[in-house]
């Protein structure tokens, strides 16, 4: 496979993610319930549910890795998975349930991302992301023979290599210390500002979603039951942080509007 250069610059005044009534069943079980939702360029929005909420889910259908059972996507106003060749130069993510090859390092592995992305001056990109995401020192080692979150940042390095635009991340901090995800937190801001990134991204961790959405979506077994800004929701549920909110959406407690 080789992605296709570019995305013509009128794409990119359109919605970065459009989804409308994307449903997804596995026989019973309806692990994406109707759920539409619209992400502006620029913006960071987070997937906020409980486990088996359908985030995963629902981040494989924007990367066109699953099919939808009903329903649309559209990224940059280009339907998916149609047009899914035109909008991956512009678009990468990392998650924790996709591997890379194991036997090979971690530069090897990276250079061939850079390839498959048709990186101009691939070693510069790769030192550079090797030196922000404190690679160095297993740099050459099998990506097997690495930590959870050694793979973690070697993961987000590949979602980073090509620059992208429109950003997914699926718990992008998991299994990385309160140090190194901190850091990292604050690498994807400056990212995304430096760039006007789109970021969606899922997480369990609280402190991380109130630190960098700007809107966040609550989905409760699939569907969307909740959204707004972190201060929105917290004034609407009457809490002081997100993760009690959390506690009462999950617990099916009734907020108070
Ligand atoms: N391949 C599959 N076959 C059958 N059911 C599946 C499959 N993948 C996911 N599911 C089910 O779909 C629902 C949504 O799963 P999903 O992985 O999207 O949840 P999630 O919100 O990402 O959960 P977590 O926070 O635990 O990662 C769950 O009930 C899950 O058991």
Not at 38 to 47: E, I, N, Y
Not at 85 to 98: D, E, I, K, W
Not at 119 to 127: G, K, L, M, N, Q
């Amino acid at each position: 496979m080789r992605i296709e250069p570019g995305l013509e610059p009128n794409r990119l005044i359109e919605p970065a993610i459009n989804v409308f009534e994307l449903s997804k069943s596995y026989g019973e079980t309806v692990a994406v319930d109707r759920l539409s939702f619209s992400v502006a360029p620029g913006q960071t929005v987070a997937l906020l549910g409980a486990n088996g909420a359908g985030k995963t889910t629902t981040i494989a259908m924007l990367l066109g890795l699953l099919s939808p059972s009903e329903g649309s996507i559209r990224l940059f106003g280009l339907e998916m998975p149609k047009h899914r060749y035109r909008v991956l130069s512009a678009m990468n993510f990392s998650s924790p349930y996709v591997d890379m090859p194991m036997r090979l390092t971690v530069r090897q592995n990276l250079r061939i991302y850079a390839g498959l992305y048709g990186i101009e001056r691939p070693h510069e990109r790769i030192a550079q992301l090797a030196r922000d995401l404190d690679l160095e020192s297993f740099f050459d080692r099998a990506t097997g023979r690495l930590s959870a979150g050694q793979k973690t940042r070697v993961m987000l390095a590949k979602a980073l290599i090509n620059e992208p635009l429109l950003l997914l991340l699926d718990e992008p901090t998991a299994s990385l210390d309160p140090d190194t995800a901190d850091q990292l937190r604050t690498m994807l801001l400056d990212y995304q500002r430096r760039k006007g990134a789109t970021v969606f991204l899922a997480s369990h961790n609280m402190g991380e979603v109130e630190r960098m959405a700007d809107r966040v979506l609550v989905l409760n077994r699939g569907r969307l039951v909740d959204e707004g800004t972190p201060e929105e929701l917290m004034t609407r549920y009457q809490r002081l942080n997100l993760e009690e909110v959390f506690l009462d959406i999950a617990r099916e407690r009734r907020h108070v509007r």
